[in-house]
Every structure is written in structure tokens, then in C-alpha cells.
């Protein structure tokens, strides 16, 4: 409860009764009056309230549920500090990435239009059998080796393995040499494959011994190979290479007719 006291005036709640001024006509005036005390109609009256608030309403220690908000605000808090770098970092990560991710792409791009990679041709030149009468006769091989790629060069390791074959049956075998072959160039390459000591297939024993006929050989090369460009080199691949041809006779003046080379990369 709040009691209302005007100024200017006396309340008998206080102790004392309310007096009435008294006219004194032998009194010298009043001086004059302060305008800062003088009360005017329309200015807001000037009151003073006492408020009265009940014993058991006023807490000296905070009820056990403001404890209880505060400490759940608290471990919020606690918890939004602890994901935030946790955040962050992800946030990094992936803008990091991002960034890799195209500037990769941009240098890929970048390098092969300038480098234009290729895979390496190849093209069976001649076959020709020596020492055909002999148990085990020797296949000469001359190829033509040409590189397509603007700046990027192979280096093809000595030891790599060659296949001859007739209708799915190996005559004979033999390794490769070692080549370098600069890019946008042709180069040669020869190598002996030597025949296998068994029973050949009636046709190819008929062209051992100077028939011209056609004859279907297959002839499949596996080398290992390291690639260099700008500087760089990539090691580690493998070449494989499958060539169909029609070759007219194998000792009397031999000639491939018709060939089909393909050649892929492997790991």
C-alpha cells in the first residue's frame, strides 16, 4: 500500500494536525515569490508515494529455479562455444577444397592444351623369318613408332614382352628394346621373336618354306613405359599394344597387306 502526500501539507498520519495560516494585518508582505515554487494548474502536480512491500516478497538469496535457468543458459552458452571452432575449421576445410578443386582444374585444363597428350602408334613395317629351316626360326619384326602428343615424350624400357600368334596359338616370343621417342616424331623399332619348338600350324609350316599365301598372325606387345612433360615424370604405366594384320608369305619376299594396330595405357 502506498500513502499519498501532497507537498505544501501536513498529514495526521505524521503526528500533526493539519493549521490554517492566519491573515495579520500588522505582518509586512511576503516578498515576492519564487517563480520556481509557484504551482500552476497546468503543470503535473508534484507527489511523493511510499510504497509498502510485504516481508516474505523481499529475497535476500534467489529462488532455486532462477539457479536452475541460469545454469541451462550457461551450458548453452558452454556448448555454442565449443562447436564454433569445430565449425569454423569445417567451414575452412571446405573453402580450402574448393579452392583446390579449381585451381586443379584450371591447370589441367591448362595442360593439355598446351601439352595435347597422346598415346603413342604403332605400325608393322615388315615380318620377315630367318633360318626358317631351323628348329626354332626367327621372326623379324620392323615397326614405325609415331607420337601424336605437342610436348610430352615417352621413354619405353628395355625387356618388354612380345607375343606371336596364329588362330590363337603362340609361335613364338621375344622381347622389346629400349626407345626414347621425343613428342610430335616417328621412330623405328626392330626386334627378333623367336619360334617356339613345337609342332606349327600346317599353314605357317607351308609359308616356312616359301609359300606366299596370306596368313592371320596377331601381335601383341606389353612395355612399360615413363611419360615426361615440363619437367615432369610420370613412371609407373604400362603399354599395351594389339596389332591384326594379312601377311603375304613370311620368307620370299614378305608383305603386310592389311593391319590393324591399337594401343591403350594401363596401370
Request: with cysteine.
Amino acid at each position: 500500500m502506498a500513502d499519498r502526500v501532497l507537498p505544501g501539507s501536513y498529514s495526521t498520519a505524521f503526528g500533526s494536525p493539519f493549521v490554517h495560516p492566519t491573515s495579520d494585518t500588522n505582518k509586512e508582505p511576503d516578498p515576492k515569490p519564487d517563480p520556481n515554487t509557484i504551482r500552476h494548474p497546468w503543470l503535473p502536480s508534484t507527489e511523493t508515494y511510499i510504497v509498502q512491500v510485504a516481508k516474505d516478497q523481499i529475497y535476500r538469496v534467489p529462488p532455486p529455479e532462477n539457479a536452475y535457468l541460469v545454469e541451462r543458459y550457461r551450458n548453452q552458452v558452454t556448448d555454442r562455444t565449443k562447436r564454433s571452432p569445430v565449425l569454423v575449421c569445417l567451414g575452412w576445410l571446405c573453402v580450402s577444397l574448393l579452392v583446390l578443386l579449381v585451381l586443379f582444374s584450371i591447370v589441367s585444363v591448362i595442360f593439355f592444351i598446351i601439352v595435347r597428350p597422346g598415346e603413342p602408334q604403332f605400325t608393322v613395317d615388315q615380318v620377315h623369318v630367318k633360318n626358317s629351316t631351323a628348329m626354332s626360326p626367327e621372326y623379324d619384326f620392323i615397326m614405325s613408332l609415331s607420337n601424336p602428343s605437342k610436348s610430352m615424350s615417352y621413354s619405353f624400357e628395355k625387356d618388354g614382352a612380345a607375343f606371336l600368334s596364329y588362330n590363337g596359338v603362340n609361335i613364338a616370343i621375344g622381347q622389346t628394346p629400349e626407345l626414347e621417342h621425343d613428342s610430335k616424331s616417328t621412330s623405328k623399332i626392330n626386334f627378333v621373336l623367336h619360334g617356339l619348338k613345337i609342332v606349327v600350324p600346317k599353314h605357317i609350316a607351308k609359308a616356312l618354306k616359301g609359300s606366299n599365301d596370306d596368313l592371320e598372325l596377331e601381335l601383341e606387345l606389353e612395355i612399360r613405359v615413363s611419360a615426361k612433360a615440363w619437367g615432369l615424370d610420370v613412371d609407373g604405366m604400362h603399354i599395351a599394344v594389339n596389332c591384326d594384320m594379312t601377311s603375304q608369305g613370311l620368307v620370299k619376299e614378305p608383305r603386310i597387306k592389311t593391319q590393324s594396330c591399337k594401343t591403350r595405357f594401363r596401370s
